[in-house]
């Protein structure tokens, strides 16, 4: 079976699970009432928060003069890596992320936020002040202290906002213990990055939950500050915009807790040879995620289904990206996820299985060209602290011209996360 197929079946499988959801809402066994439904979106609103939670509020919240935040994520990583020119080597370090800012009313339909990071880690913690920061589409450098926020939100009705300047940007799968993307996931695990631009959110008159977005994003010639993998490049006027559209429904329906698709151009950016002087191009992305939450049994115990599928109809050659094929890389991506909440009660275990093209250039926790298998366990003591693990293997899909061997890595993290906030 080509990875194609394999692609189109895991969506196909996730599908069908969740139309069997949706007809399972119907049967007592469950035990499962409206209370305990109730008790059980707020539990699976709160394990999404810490990580994907964003600065973006609501507009009935706005009646709070000013809130105030803080986290903290300290994590341990190691990884064993299978090297492309047969040998071996092996890393460790300990990082630690700090953010900490506010959002004040300015107006009663003008909100201003703002808010700083510091990333320290074992290779570098000597703060130094980093008004402008490359951050080239991976993460600011250990030792910096940035504004990673700081834009100004303007409401018309609760139906409508627009939020302008520095910004966190995030479509994830609410996949349980997983929030991963293939196309827009600002500062996941301990990394800062942001988006520089305008999002526009829309409650069109679709009801039923649906929500549109709207971003543009200006992307630096030296690198934008989401992540975008090579061959992408915005050294040309016309790449310094790009555009985000995404329609999504995180309303539950029955069992069904998530419905999204999402469209990525960015113009005049692909180099189709890998080189500025070659031929360029525009670069598309569509991305289809969906989530489905099944409870198997009164105590709230219950199975978070999850799973995204993108795929790029432009992209670069094969040679481009070094694999020596003729034609061009493959575009289409995809992750599918299940999740046990609460087994035992406070801890979560997940499995996650990605397949990402060499032509898919857009995610920021999937490299392009790779296999992924994931295994993770969460602990959540407290509704603003949580522990978590996680085993991860990557191999590359397609050998490399230049290389002896593929690409072959393990690799794990323990990390722990506090969040702290307060309104008046």
């Not at 699970?17 to 119907?26: C, F, G, I, K, L």
């Not at 107006?107 to 402008?132: G, H, N, W, Y």
């Not at 113009?267 to 031929?279: V, Y």
């Not at 995620?289 to 999850?306: E, F, I, K, M, N």
């Amino acid at each position: 079976m080509t990875r194609r197929s394999r692609g189109t079946l895991a969506w196909c499988v996730l599908l069908a699970t969740a139309v069997w959801a949706d007809a399972r809402a119907a049967d007592p066994e469950t035990g499962i009432d409206s209370d305990d439904a109730t008790e059980i979106e707020k539990a699976d609103a709160d394990i999404m928060e810490l990580d994907v939670a964003s600065s973006i509020v609501d507009a009935v919240n706005i009646r709070n003069f000013a809130t105030f935040s803080t986290d903290v994520r300290g994590a341990y990583a190691a990884e064993d890596t299978d090297l492309r020119n047969g040998g071996s080597e092996r890393d460790d370090e300990f990082t630690a992320r700090l953010r900490a800012g506010g959002a004040w009313n300015l107006l009663t339909t003008l909100r201003l936020t703002a808010r700083a990071a510091f990333l320290c880690s074992t290779e570098s913690c000597d703060p130094q002040v980093a008004i402008d920061s490359d951050v080239a589409g991976n993460s600011t450098d250990p030792g910096e202290l940035v504004i990673d926020e700081f834009f100004l939100q303007w409401f018309q009705t609760e139906k409508f906002d627009v939020a302008a300047g520095r910004l966190q940007t995030r479509f994830v799968t609410r996949g349980g213990i997983f929030a991963k993307s293939l196309d827009r996931n600002n500062s996941h695990n301990t990394s800062v990055n942001w988006t520089d631009g305008l999002h526009a959110t829309i409650k069109p008159g679709l009801g039923r939950g649906w929500v549109a977005h709207l971003i543009s994003e200006y992307n630096d010639d030296e690198g934008t500050g989401s992540v975008r993998r090579a061959p992408l490049d915005f050294s040309t006027s016309n790449s310094s915009v790009s555009h985000f559209i995404a329609f999504e429904n995180t309303q539950s329906w029955r069992y069904l807790v998530q419905r999204g698709l999402d469209v990525s151009y960015l113009p005049d950016a692909l180099l189709k040879d890998g080189e500025q002087t070659g031929r360029r191009d525009d670069y598309w992305g569509i991305v289809g995620r969906t989530a489905a939450r099944v409870p198997l049994d009164a105590s709230g115990r219950r199975l978070q289904l999850a799973s995204e599928i993108g795929y790029a109809p432009k992209t670069p050659t094969n040679r481009a990206v070094g694999i020596g094929n003729p034609g061009d890389a493959d575009g289409l991506a995809w992750n599918v996820s299940a999740s046990l909440i609460d087994f035992i009660p406070k801890h979560s275990i997940g499995i996650l299985y990605a397949q990402t093209g060499a032509g898919w250039l857009l995610s920021p926790q999937f490299a392009s060209n790779e296999e992924q298998y994931e295994v993770r366990w969460q602990w959540r003591p407290e509704a603003n602290i949580v522990l978590d693990a996680r085993v991860r293997q990557r191999e590359e899909l397609e050998q490399l011209a230049s290389s002896e061997r593929k690409e072959k890595e393990l690799d794990y993290f323990v990390r722990l996360t506090w969040r702290y906030s307060a309104s008046n």
